[in-house]
């Protein structure tokens, strides 16, 4: 059975600082591509960064220069590493992989960016 599972959200001042974790178990997330996903309040779900398994990334627009995504094979975690936090980065945060065709999303970890 695969679950990935999130950690790392919090509150956060603009400026500041996260890194999220995704956790995976029953498969081995360096094999497939992971992706983070993100949704606010009143907004669809959008893609934010993604790491093939030969460690190539792709990000969006609006997060390049500030998130890194990487992995870690021997801890089998997918991490994404959010500096320079602005209060349009505040949503719930997913970690996602797909296999053979099949979705897997984690529970989601709020991320709220704030003074």
């Known amino acids: 059975q695969v679950q990935l599972v999130e950690s790392g959200g919090g509150l956060v001042q603009p400026g500041g600082s996260l890194r999220l974790s995704c956790a995976a178990s029953?498969?081995?997330?360096?094999?497939?591509?992971s992706d983070w996903y993100r949704q606010a309040p009143g907004k669809q779900r959008e893609l934010v960064a993604r790491?093939?398994?030969?460690?190539?990334?792709n990000y969006a627009d609006s997060v390049k220069g500030r998130f890194t995504i990487s992995r870690d094979n021997a801890k089998n975690t997918v991490y994404l590493q959010m500096n320079n936090l602005k209060p349009e980065d505040t949503a719930v945060y997913y970690c996602?992989?797909?296999?053979?065709?099949?979705?897997?999303w984690g529970q989601g970890t709020q991320v709220t960016v704030s003074s």
């Open positions: 790491i093939r398994s030969g460690g190539t990334t």
């Open positions: 996602h992989i797909t296999v053979l065709l099949i979705h897997y």
């Open positions: 029953g498969i081995s997330s360096s094999i497939y591509p």
